[in-house]
């Protein structure tokens, strides 16, 4: 769908990388390695997003560091969006506001990091029906069309294990 409207591979991988954790920074380098393209070809399309305002960047020692601009007044449309085409949106609505009582819900993973690498990895704290998740996760599955890991936890076992998780850097979907 979003490949359809933006002709760009390499604008839409960037779209993705900062759009579905808007925290996420990136330098040029990072990104060209990471989406396995040309330095020049990540150069051209992050200085037009960033002409346009959609991203902003900053120095960081030697080295320039790129975001999103939250500031834009299109930033919540073009979240919006992403979500819708990563069918992150659709998995919150779909699994958490069923399943009990869910306390937190987290993208960690290569989807927090705004990696679109079709596994999205999900962490949950709650009491939750782990079968009714099971049969949720397999229809949200199959609606977006990407695979979805999922790990259930207690209370007192997130608190223990929420550095080994990497919450900090994670994208918050239910609760704080």
Known sequence: MLESLITSRTRVKILLKFFINPETRSYLRSLADEFGESTNAVRVELNRLENAGILKSGPNGRTKLYGANKKHPLFPDITSLVKKYTGIDQL????????????????????ARGVDSGIIDVVIVG?????????????AEEMIHR??????????EFARLS??????????????
């Open 92 to 111: 919150i609505d779909m699994v958490l506001s069923k399943l009990g009582n869910v306390e937190h819900a987290f993208v960690v993973g290569d989807y």
């Open 147 to 156: 695979k979805i890991r999922s790990l259930v936890l207690k209370e007192e």
């Open 127 to 139: 009491d939750i029906d782990r079968g009714y998740l099971e049969h949720l996760v397999g229809m």
């Open 163 to 176: 550095d080994t998780l990497n919450v900090k850097d994670a994208v918050v979907v239910w609760g704080t």
